[in-house]
């Protein structure tokens, strides 16, 4: 064995047994702290800051999707002084990144320390954003431990002693838990030596041991590809695994521990992502007998050694097919060991700046005509005639902290509910600087006009929008007026009878010096009380005379009131007609309502008279001898038509007939009544013709009877009248004996 290994063998407690190589250093998690002895410090500034910047727009203390703000400066400052309290004039600007679409940043870089992180005031966009200021964080600038690649915590060695230029390199694959993929593949080539000299790869337990016979060197391959068969480089073997953390910019490979006992050891790491695509890494320079810890930075910017590109596009750090770590010898029986390799992950401390988003916000303050009326039945509300012009006007202000797109304002027309019956009020200005943005500073306004209704009536209108910070915003607000339809009615009686038009039966006849009552009721048959009432006659003048109130007596006609007046006169010959007016004010004050009704009667100086007409077979026969001529035995007809032929309605009428015995009453014929009392009142009216018949068989001569009828009036004055008719009754045979001897005789 050469006389390095031995130089090992003491520096890590080896100790040979049967030639073979035994013992175990116990291996030690992945550090890369400041060590006096080390001659290459391993990485020192992989602390970082990253998180998201964000305005809270629902305020449930995170930033959601949506919520995100592009573009904000953020700072990290060091704890200059060490205090614990942010001060820009002593402590020391670190670093500074800006958020991207996402909202996030990342200041990394940073060496171990304690930091604040600072999101100054500043206004992006639409966004103003105040200055926010983290408590003091610690920043670890040596990273945390990341993927393993190898501890070489089992053994699997290879070995060649096949002298140059004959032979070529010895190797084997081995499988191993420990490493990434499952697997090393294990390569050793001699370079020079004598013949018989080996040079020998070991991962021994704990230890990747590089060991070459006293006059030997070689080169020396150990490789991670993930299982085969062959001891080849499969340089797509892992499928794809991301050592990154998620950035391919942070991180990189440690190598602990690398030990060699003689200068001039170099070591070349490389990475693939295929066999086109990779980059490597070459150490040199490294002290002899001295423990060194190395960090291979994914940074190409970072402080050498890094990874460069060679093959391609270089590795893609997240998606590593294959890692291969060579070990080259330039001094013969350069022994040499490395405890363990590992990707080292920067220290990376989150801090977000979740913002107190502005708030939107929007209102609209609608009037009718000119007046809020918010609230149904308020004291405000307006009074408003049906049918009539109703203008409502709608201001809009932006009463939040962000300007507002898309401002929409909608009436439902009184009807909620009913998509199809809304209107959209006319805008009638305020968008000063013409932008179509409802700005902090302006109030906008709108219009529409309408036609009363009658009765309560409301209509929302609403306002929508949206922030520039994207938040829907909305209110809303009522309006109401109620549409009056005010209306009156006076209907007039005389001494009770309503008597609207001449010739009615209900008009009452009055005797001429009577006193005649009037009434006048009045009743609101709106929907609005009504004031000022007043009542005339056109031939009386003022009716003030009221004798009852329906509800109450406050002097004002509330709606179904009904208001009773009085008057009285003194009834006048012939036809009569006075007209009642009424006149009332609505609610408003100024819709002015009336009506109007007529009442008769029909005065009379109580001149009672009576007509009765006779007929006799339907002729008049008044005048004797011209009456018809009847055979004897036949039935006579007779008709009365009895008239009121006075001004007073009479009472009991009776007719009768002398039966041509006018001396004898004893054979008086009373006809039958047969029609005209029209009212069936059992008086005769003035307007009523009554009718009676009576019948008997012709006798022998002429005869002439008498009608008579009687009656009296309400004051028991007694009337009479009286109709002749006559007839002649015949013998049918003589009577053509007669005519013969007169025809032969002339």
């Avoid at 063998?9 to 006096?36: D, I, M, N, P």
């Avoid at 990341?146 to 390199?169: E, K, M, Q």
């Avoid at 909305?474 to 009156?488: F, K, L, R």
């Avoid at 009373?670 to 009142?681: C, I, K, M």
Wanted: charged share 20%; glycine share 12%.
């Amino acid at each position: 064995m050469s006389t390095g290994f031995f130089g090992l063998r003491k520096l890590f407690g080896y100790t040979s047994q049967s030639g073979a190589h035994k013992g175990r250093k116990v291996g030690r998690r992945l550090g890369v702290e400041s060590l006096e002895n080390r001659a290459l410090l391993a990485a020192d500034c992989l602390g970082a800051f990253t998180g998201t910047v964000g305005l809270d727009a629902d305020s449930n203390g995170v930033i959601d999707v949506g919520e995100e703000v592009a573009g904000a400066t953020i700072q990290v400052w060091e704890d200059t002084d060490g205090n614990g309290v942010f001060d820009p004039a002593i402590d020391t600007l670190a670093g500074t990144d800006t958020t991207d679409a996402s909202g996030d940043y990342l200041i990394d870089g940073l060496e171990s320390g304690d930091y604040f992180v600072v999101q100054p005031q500043q206004t992006v966009g639409a966004n103003a954003l105040d200055e926010s200021v983290s408590p003091l964080k610690t920043a670890n600038g040596s990273g945390v431990p990341g993927t393993l690649i190898d501890n070489f915590s089992d053994d699997s060695p290879v070995a060649t002693d096949v002298h140059p230029p004959d032979g070529a390199s010895t190797s084997v694959f081995h499988s191993t838990a420990n490493a990434i993929g499952g697997e090393r593949d294990l390569e050793a080539e001699i370079t020079s030596g004598m013949s018989g000299d080996e040079v020998e790869l070991r991962a021994a337990t704990g230890m990747l041991l590089i060991n070459p016979d006293f006059f030997s060197q070689g080169i020396y391959n150990v490789s991670w590809d993930g299982t085969d068969s062959l001891a080849a480089l499969d340089p797509v073997g892992l499928g794809g695994i991301d050592l990154t953390s998620g950035s391919s910019a942070l991180g990189g490979i440690g190598l602990t521990d690398v030990s060699f006992d003689q200068a001039g050891a170099q070591l070349t790491l490389r990475v693939y992502s295929d066999a086109t695509n990779f980059s490597e890494a070459v150490i040199s320079g490294i002290a002899p007998f001295t423990s060194n810890d190395f960090f291979v930075s994914f940074d190409p910017a970072a402080a050498a050694p890094v990874f460069t590109a060679v093959g391609g596009a270089g590795a893609d750090f997240t998606n590593v097919g294959a890692i291969e770590l060579e070990v080259l010898s330039t001094s013969q029986a350069m022994d040499g060991a490395i405890d363990m390799i590992s990707v080292i992950n920067p220290d990376v401390t989150d801090c977000d700046f979740v913002n107190t988003a502005p708030v939107p916000n929007i209102d609209i303050e609608k009037a009718t005509n000119g007046i809020d009326a918010d609230i149904t039945d308020a004291a405000d509300v307006p009074v408003v005639g049906s049918g009539s012009t109703v203008t409502w006007t709608y201001v809009v202000t932006n009463t939040g902290q962000t300007p507002i797109n898309n401002v929409a304002v909608t009436d439902d027309a009184g009807t909620p509910g009913v998509p199809g019956d809304d209107f959209t009020p006319t805008f009638s200005g305020g968008d000063t600087n013409g932008n179509n943005v409802l700005d902090l500073n302006e109030t906008w306004t709108y219009s529409a006009t309408g036609t009363a209704i009658d009765g309560t009536y409301t209509n929302k209108a609403t306002v929508n929008g949206v922030s520039t910070t994207g938040i829907d915003v909305m209110d809303m607000d009522n309006s109401n007026y109620v549409g009056i339809a005010p209306s009156i009615d006076i209907e007039k009686l005389t001494n009770g009878f309503q008597a609207d038009n001449a010739g009615d039966a209900d008009v009452p006849t009055i005797q001429a010096g009577e006193t005649v009552t009037w009434t006048y009721i009045v009743t609101n048959n709106g929907t609005d009380p009504l004031t000022n009432v007043t009542v005339t006659d056109n031939q009386i003048g003022a009716i003030s005379n009221i004798i009852s109130r329906s509800i109450n007596s406050d002097n004002t006609l509330d709606p179904n009131e009904v208001w009773t007046y009085t008057a009285t006169g003194t009834a006048i010959d012939g036809n009569y007609v006075n007209i009642a007016d009424v006149v009332g004010t609505g609610s408003d004050g100024t819709t002015v309502v009336d009506d109007a009704d007529a009442s008769r009667y029909v005065g009379f100086q109580n001149n009672p008279a009576i007509d009765i007409e006779k007929a006799t077979n339907g002729s008049d026969a008044d005048v004797t001898g011209t009456g018809p001529v009847v055979p004897v035995g036949q039935a006579v007809t007779f008709t009365f038509v009895v008239t009121n032929v006075g001004d007073v309605p009479l009472r009991n009428v009776a007719v009768i007939d002398d039966n041509g015995t006018p001396a004898d009453t004893s054979d008086d014929i009373v006809p039958t009544f047969t029609g005209g009392d029209t009212n069936s009142d059992g008086q005769l009216d003035l307007t009523e013709v009554w009718t009676y018949t009576a019948t008997r068989d012709a006798t022998l001569g002429l005869h002439v009877n008498d009608a008579k009828v009687t009656g009296e009036d309400d004051q028991g004055e007694m009337v009479m009248a009286s109709d002749p008719s006559n007839h002649t009754g015949f013998v049918p045979d003589v009577l053509s004996k007669r005519r013969f001897l007169a025809s032969a005789a002339s």
